[in-house]
C-alpha cells in the first residue's frame, strides 16, 4: 500500500488523484465508517459509541520529485528489506498504516477519526487541517490524536515552537575609497553574530522528554556593490524554543538577547513568522496507554509539526510512524519494510 501511494505523485497543491484513490479505498475497504470528502481532503470517522476516540491523521503532499519515482523496493546484508521513492518517509508509510488498519480492524476499543489532507509541506496558510478546523471543526474532536510523521517507529512527544525575526540595520551610503565618510549598515552586526556564536540553548525536560532550544542565523544580505558602504542590511533568526514557553514568551527572549543593539537604536526588529508549540501531554489517559503500548519508549520531537494545531485544541497529540526523520525530503529517502510493520503492529495492540 505504501508503494501505490508513493507512485501516486503528489507534490503541494496537486494531490487530487491521491486523495481519489484515498477516498475510494475508504469507501470500498471499511466498514462502519462514514466517509467525507472535503477538498483534497478525505476524512472517516465510526461512531459505535465508545467513551474514547482517536485521531490518526497524515498529510498527502510531498516536497518535489528529484527522480525518485517510481518507487522500488531492494533487499540487501546491509538494510534489509527497504521501500524507496518520494514520500515513502514523509509521510506515505504513515498514511498506509493508518488505511491498513482501518480496512482489518474488526471491533476497536476506541471510536476513530481518519484525517488525510493536503498542503502539509508548504506555507501554513494552505494547510488542509487549517481549513478543517475553520471550516468542519468536529471532525478535529477527540481525546488523542497521532500523526503518521516519521519517528523511526518511537513516540515523538509534543513539538518546539518555532519563529523568524528580521534585524535590519540602516546606514549612510559612501564611496568605499572613502569609507570613512559613510556609515557601513553591515558592520553593525558584529555583536548579533558574536551574541549568536556565544549563545547557549536552554534544555528543557516535560514529561519526561527533553527539549533542545536553538537560535541560529538562517539568512543575511546587505550591500549594493562592490565599491560602495552598504546603507542597509539585515539578519533573518530562528528561535526554536521548548513548548513551556508561548510565542510571546520566545519573542520577549529574543528582544532580550539582542537587548543592547535594540536599545542603542543600531537594530530594528520585526517578527516575520510564528508557530506555538505543543506539550507532550502524555499524562492524559488515553496518550499513557499509547506509551504502555510502545513498551515506554517515547522522546522529544525536534521540530514543528501539526501536533501543535491538536494541542491548541485541548488535545494530547503525538507523532508516530516508520521512517528515519533524517531522510525525509531526500533524494535517497526510503523506508525499512520491517518499520512499517512494526508501526501498523503496535497501533494495532493500542487501537484494540
Known sequence: MTAALVDIESESHNESAIADAVEKALREQTIGFEVLRHGNRVLARTDSGKTSRVILAGHLDTVPVADNLPSRRTVDDVEGDVLHGCGTVDMKSGDAVF????????????????????????????NGLGFLERELPEWLSGDVAILGE???????????????????????????????????????????????????????????????????AVGIGGGVAGNVVPDHAWVTINFRFAPDRSVDDALDHVRDVFAYDLDTGMITLELTDAAP?????????????????????????????DVSRFSALGIPAVNLGPGD??????????????QIIEVTELLRTYLS
Open 325 to 338: 526523520p533524517n531522510l525525509a525530503h531526500r533524494v535517497d529517502e526510503r523506508v525499512p519494510v520491517k
Open 99 to 126: 488505511l491498513h488498519l482501518a480496512a482489518t480492524m474488526d471491533d476497536p476499543a476506541h471510536d476513530l477519526t481518519l484525517i488525510f489532507y493536503d498542503c502539509e509541506e508548504i506555507a501554513a496558510e494552505y
Open 277 to 305: 508549540g505543543a506539550l507532550p501531554g502524555l499524562s492524559h489517559p488515553a496518550a499513557a496507554a499509547l506509551v504502555d503500548a510502545a513498551q515506554g519508549r517515547f522522546r522529544a520531537k525536534y521540530g514543528w509539526t
Open 150 to 216: 516519521p519517528t523511526a517507529g518511537q513516540i515523538e512527544a509534543g513539538c518546539q515552537g518555532t519563529l523568524r525575526v528580521r534585524l535590519t540595520a540602516a546606514g549612510t551610503r559612501a564611496h568605499s575609497a572613502r569609507s570613512w565618510m559613510g556609515d557601513n549598515a553591515i558592520h553593525k552586526f558584529a555583536g548579533v553574530l558574536t551574541t549568536l556564536a556565544n549563545y547557549r540553548p536552554r534544555n528543557v525536560d516535560i514529561d519526561g522528554c527533553e527539549y533542545r532550544e536553538g537560535l541560529s
